[in-house]
């Protein structure tokens, strides 16, 4: 009996596996234990996903370290700015109102300069107004009497409160001063209705715009000192950029059109990536308009004048804009489904890739013109150029055989007229005239390019290349002039 329940207790089940072979099988695992290997899976799956974050954040530290550098300022300043909080002297100065410094610090800190001087201002601004009008209130309140204070108080601040946060609406003062009118109503509000229970209000009003202007020229002068980041240079490089991804895309769409050779992978996400340098003149309107509101509020810096011309920057964008849909809707033929025969695109490939050429020149030339500040010499030359490339083009598609403008009826597919005479189907060509046509447009759209860069030259003064010339060429002495003289007499 003995030997049969050991025998039992060491029973194992098998399963017979197609080979003829047989594996044990497991027994299930506990309750507990599948409980913790959920844990477990839990906890390995958080702690990857924080692998995972960090290294994100480390890349993102790596490839652009302004952003690491603004985490530090903003650093700094609240450590400055907390010492009102930590030494005794300063304390007893503002009490508990250097908070609102601390406060202030914390919102107005932004990333580039013109943005954080737009909102100090209009912080100091807003708290200034609100503080005035709220102190003039509480005055006419304490002439009518107490039983009146409570509606005048709330009547003002209905009517005010709704006033300001309409104005907000209004295009021109939600673009440059809605944080300001945002503060006012906060502002007046919190005064006005203090005002009711606190006795020396006048006080209260004073030290908190105190506080505000310590935290604001600390946030001004850590921005413009260590390591500033303009707006407006923003603007600029982003506006190069922008020209210098459209030419390029240009050139990659056009080229890939007519690219009969084969290429390999590598050269193929090269090609993606000119072709998608487009996209990011699209979706930049917002980011220039941002810029340039905020490059209005700066002081003048490096080859940038205080007046400098950024409204100009936008009608660029605007521009190169307008070209890019152009671009977008040329690589939609691009990729288009109906293919064009070979002879017709051998045609036409030489003539539309010196347009495409001559265009990309003319763009690279305004960035070029942007990036070096001078009026250049040539661009008047290179948009010859490219005119006279259109009308070859538009030669070129009168000169198409009328058998391919306009091809006779067809019987059938496999008609041997039409092999004979080589008559190609309406559909067959037409994603190569609208190429064509695109072409056209863009370079009068290009044009407009032209224009918008000249006047932003003669707005922002830049320097004509004889100016530089000039510059560089040194001075003749004039002591050597009589010493000559003096030797041929």
């Not at 600029?236 to 390029?248: P, S, W």
């Not at 695109?345 to 070096?372: D, Q």
């Not at 060509?429 to 003669?458: C, K």
Request: net charge neutral; hydrophobic share 40%.
């Amino acid at each position: 009996m003995a030997q049969q329940k050991e025998l039992r207790s060491v029973t194992e089940w098998r399963i017979k596996m197609t080979d003829g072979s047989s594996e044990a099988l497991a027994p299930e695992a506990g309750l507990a234990c599948r409980a913790w290997l959920a844990v477990k899976g839990l906890i390995m799956g958080l702690i990857l996903k924080v692998c995972n974050f960090l290294k994100k954040a480390w890349n993102l530290g790596q490839n652009e370290p302004r952003k690491v550098i603004h985490c530090l300022k903003v650093g700094m300043a609240l450590t400055v700015v907390s010492l009102f909080y930590y030494m005794r002297p300063l304390y007893e100065g503002m009490g508990g109102n250097a908070m609102w410094a601390v406060m202030t610090v914390v919102v107005v800190f932004e990333n580039t300069v013109g943005a954080t001087i737009c909102k100090c201002l209009n912080r100091i601004c807003g708290t200034f107004i609100a503080g005035s009008l709220a102190i003039g209130i509480h005055w006419i309140v304490s002439q009518s009497g107490k039983e009146f204070e409570p509606f005048i108080n709330g009547i003002s601040v209905f009517l005010l409160a709704s006033a300001v946060t309409f104005s907000r609406f209004i295009p021109s003062v939600k673009k440059r001063f809605d944080y300001g009118a945002m503060i006012f109503i906060l502002t007046f509000s919190l005064v006005t209705v203090s005002g009711y229970r606190v006795d020396k209000l006048l006080e209260l009003a004073n030290n908190r715009v105190y506080t505000i202007i310590i935290g604001t020229a600390l946030c001004i002068m850590i921005t413009m000192i260590i390591c500033p980041i303009w707006a407006g240079e923003e603007l600029y490089m982003l506006i190069t950029r922008n020209m210098d991804k459209l030419a390029y895309s240009l050139d990659g769409c056009v080229g890939e059109y007519f690219n009969d050779s084969g290429s390999s992978s590598d050269d193929d996400k090269e090609c993606d990536k000119k072709l998608l340098g487009y996209k990011c003149v699209l979706t930049s309107k917002a980011t220039e308009e941002a810029m340039a509101n905020f490059a209005r509020w700066e002081p003048a810096h490096g080859r940038f004048n205080f007046r400098h011309p950024w409204k100009q920057y936008l009608k660029v964008g605007a521009s190169m804009r307008a070209c890019a849909y152009c671009i977008d809707a040329l690589d939609g033929c691009v990729n288009s489904e109906n293919e064009v025969p070979e002879s017709m695109k051998k045609h036409m490939s030489n003539i539309a890739l010196k347009v495409s050429s001559e265009s990309s020149r003319v763009i690279k030339e305004l960035a070029r013109t942007m990036k070096t500040m001078t009026k250049s010499s040539t661009v008047d030359y290179l948009v010859g150029e490219m005119n006279n490339a259109v009308l070859e083009l538009q030669e070129d598609l009168k000169s198409l055989p009328t058998s391919f403008i306009n091809p006779q009826p067809l019987q059938g597919a496999d008609c041997p007229e039409k092999k004979k005479t080589g008559t190609v189907a309406l559909m067959d060509i037409m994603p190569l005239v609208t190429l064509t046509s695109l072409l056209i447009e863009i370079t009068t759209r290009i044009e407009g390019m032209v224009n918008e860069v000249e006047e932003l030259a003669e707005m922002g003064e830049y320097k004509s290349v004889a100016d530089e010339k000039n510059q560089k060429q040194p001075a003749v002495s004039k002591t050597n002039v009589p010493d000559e003289h003096k030797e041929e007499v």
